[in-house]
């Protein structure tokens, strides 16, 4: 693949090598989305972890008043993320993505996340993508540890509670927070992929004990 439409790089997370695809090629897009289509175990719901990257943009005509516009769409089986650079997509072609539609519709998958459902209803409103399922992680952490606290936790603090990952020692130190660059610096794929591989351990860990 050109540069200029992505790359794929792998991830070493926890002894777990995590390949990672960053791109807005839809034959890229299709192709990993099917690949998260494998039979699970024993046929049980299929946890994807989901995260998403917003930045603020301007219009002249609305009087510069800032808007959301998504830079990019993140999801993770547990041995593969895709970064979806939605930013480098003109809107008239976002149908287009009718794999990422569907598979965000499909019944038999659960997507999780912290701060999922204001993201969801954020693509909802901007672009029309919705989900079937999504459960936030921190109110589910919440209720079956029995600690109200972490209803408002971030990542960090759900990884370690949950799983005992400490995502401090992966975290890029230099990386400059621009998600809308395309193509996205390895470093912020690196953060994006450490985030959202770390929505799918816990949400995999919390829901087999449901």
């Not at 089986?77 to 008239?92: M, P, Y």
């Not at 993508?129 to 999504?134: P, T």
Request: proline letters at 2%; hydrophobic letters at 40%.
């Amino acid at each position: 693949m050109a540069a200029s439409m992505g790359y794929e790089e792998t991830f070493e997370l926890n002894g777990e090598k995590i390949k990672t695809t960053v791109t807005y090629n839809k034959e890229k897009i299709h192709n990993h989305i099917s690949s998260f289509l494998r039979p699970s175990i024993n046929h049980q719901t299929k946890v994807i972890g989901f995260d998403v990257e917003w930045f603020l943009y301007y219009t002249a005509k609305e009087g510069s008043i800032s808007q959301s516009r998504c830079a990019t769409v993140q999801l993770c089986d547990g041995h593969s993320c895709l970064i979806i650079q939605l930013n480098s997509i003109r809107r008239r072609y976002l149908a287009s993505l009718q794999s990422l539609f569907n598979f965000l519709s499909m019944p038999d998958y659960t997507f999780v996340g912290v701060g999922i459902k204001t993201n969801l209803a954020k693509l909802e409103k901007y672009y029309g993508i919705g989900c079937r399922n999504s459960v936030e992680l921190g109110p589910l952490a919440a209720t079956l540890m029995i600690d109200h606290r972490l209803s408002y936790c971030g990542v960090d603090e759900l990884a370690f509670a949950v799983d005992k990952l400490d995502l401090q020692v992966h975290r890029p130190v230099t990386a400059i927070y621009d998600y809308s660059c395309s193509p996205l610096s390895k470093e912020l794929a690196k953060l994006a992929t450490v985030n959202v591989y770390s929505y799918y351990k816990i949400g995999s860990k919390l829901l087999v004990a449901t």
